[in-house]
Nanobody
Framework: QVHLVQSGGGLVQPGGSLRLSCATSGINFKLYALNWYRRTPERERELVASISSDGNTNYVDSVKDRFTVTRNNPRATVYLQMNSLRPDDTAVYYC?????????WGQGTQVTVSS
């Protein structure tokens, strides 16, 4: 079975930093692109960042130069480093992978940016 287990997140003041982790199992991790999404009650799910199997990254414009997605293939883990956080980054963040014809999701992690 494929599992994605997230950690990190929490409450941070504007301008602060957080790192999210997503540990996977059940897939040959190095073969797959990994994605980070976020969702709020007001906004539909938004693709925030992606990292391909060979390490190429893409970001939504609103997080460019603030967020960094990385992967550690031996640990089968993907990370999202979030710097210069703003209140509009407040959301539930999800990691996801498309594998074996299905899309698998982490459990979600709340990130709240507030003073």
């Amino acid at each position: 079975q494929v599992h994605l287990v997230q950690s990190g997140g929490g409450l941070v003041q504007p301008g602060g930093s957080l790192r999210l982790s997503c540990a996977t199992s059940g897939i040959n991790f190095k073969l797959y692109a990994l994605n980070w999404y976020r969702r709020t009650p007001e906004r539909e799910r938004e693709l925030v960042a992606s990292i391909s199997s060979d390490g190429n990254t893409n970001y939504v414009d609103s997080v460019k130069d603030r967020f960094t997605v990385t992967r550690n293939n031996p640990r089968a883990t993907v990370y999202l480093q979030m710097n210069s956080l703003r209140p509009d980054d407040t959301a539930v963040y999800y990691c996801s992978v498309n594998a074996r014809g299905n899309q698998f999701w982490g459990q979600g992690t709340q990130v709240t940016v507030s003073s």
